[in-house]
């Protein structure tokens, strides 16, 4: 395949968003964080929306319950100090005995509630896809409205791209739904607010317990 490779990126045209797409995506940005809390808890996933980022340890300690957990690399400090709670934490070499996986998403999706996490190497594929339970940060700043809006974003492909929409799900066999199969059953999205606006005052943190 290489070899037939001329080295040059092939001359494909750009994504274009419809015309008819403009007022549905118009709507879409109106209340970007709304559409995407809406349809992740419609997915069944737990929606935590946390007032200031100093409030993330004991979010994620709470949602650990003192099961083995693998945190990410690229989530260091966060590791060590779910650890200085007790939660017992599991490394790269025993990651298939985590019971939950810790791990940044880059982007979420609000039309479909969709994660976005670029693999890089201080985020393994693994952190978010083994666990049967993924609690996934995220900035409110980060979400965007749609798959044109993630293209947008992107400044080229990463060497893999993970994008998961709520607890794993397959209908593979006799049309009889199972969950948790192929991936995470139980799914926690943590919400941090957006850099520059850790601390407001009035919101009351919304917590969603999934066991």
Do not use: N
Not at 45 to 70: F, I, K, M, N, S
Not at 164 to 179: F, K, N
């Amino acid at each position: 395949m290489r070899s037939a490779r001329t080295g040059e990126a092939p001359d494909l045209p750009a994504p274009e968003v419809p015309a008819e797409a403009a007022e549905y995506r118009r709507q879409l940005k109106a209340d970007l964080l709304g559409v995407f809390v809406r349809r992740a808890e419609e997915l069944g996933v737990g929606v935590h929306r946390l007032d200031d980022p100093g409030q993330l340890v004991a979010a994620v300690a709470r949602l650990c319950e003192g099961r083995r957990t693998y945190v990410e690399p690229a989530l260091h400090d966060l590791g060590a100090a779910l650890g200085e709670l007790g939660v017992p934490l599991v490394y790269w070499d025993r990651v298939a005995e985590a019971e939950v996986g810790v791990a940044g998403a880059d982007y979420g999706i609000a039309e479909s509630a969709t994660l976005v996490l670029l693999a890089r190497a201080d985020r393994p594929r693994s952190a978010s896809l083994l666990p049967p339970v993924h609690v996934a940060l995220l900035r409110e700043d980060r979400v965007l409205p749609d798959l044109f809006g993630l293209v947008e974003r992107l400044d080229g492909l990463p060497a893999a791209l993970v994008l998961t929409s709520g607890p794993s799900r397959s209908a593979d066999i006799e049309m009889s739904l199972a969950v948790g199969v192929h991936g995470p059953g139980i799914v926690h999205v943590v919400l941090l607010p957006p850099v520059g606006q850790e601390g407001r005052a009035g919101r009351q943190t919304k917590t969603r317990r999934h066991t």
